[in-house]
Nanobody
Framework: EVQLVESGGGLVQPGGSLKLSCAASGFTFSKYGMSWVRQGPGKGLEWVSSISNRGTLPTYADDVKGRFTISRDNAKNTLYLQMNNLKPEDTAVYYC???????RGQGTQVTVSS
């Protein structure tokens, strides 16, 4: 059974940082490109970032470029998202995702507010 379990969300002030983690199991993690997507209050699902199966070729949505960094540790079957200089508009539930197979975790809430 495929499982994606996100953690690391929370409440942070504007300008602050958080690092999200996603523990993967039930499939060969190192064979799949992975992504982070998010859903803000009253909004649809939005792609945030992706990374290839080998941890290369990171890509980012324009509004997070330069602030977020995606990475992975295939030995630990874990995907990460380092988020710096957070803004109120980053408030959302963040999901770890394998988009081709439509796998997604339960999400972790990130709230950016003073």
């Amino acid at each position: 059974e495929v499982q994606l379990v996100e953690s690391g969300g929370g409440l942070v002030q504007p300008g602050g940082s958080l690092k999200l983690s996603c523990a993967a199991s039930g499939f060969t993690f190192s064979k799949y490109g992975m992504s982070w997507v998010r859903q803000g209050p009253g909004k649809g699902l939005e792609w945030v970032s992706s990374i290839s199966n080998r941890g290369t070729l990171p890509t980012y949505a324009d509004d997070v470029k330069g602030r977020f960094t995606i990475s992975r540790d295939n030995a630990k079957n874990t995907l990460y998202l380092q988020m710096n200089n957070l803004k109120p508009e980053d408030t959302a539930v963040y999901y770890c995702s394998q988009r081709v197979n439509n796998w997604r975790g339960q999400g972790t809430q990130v709230t950016v507010s003073s």
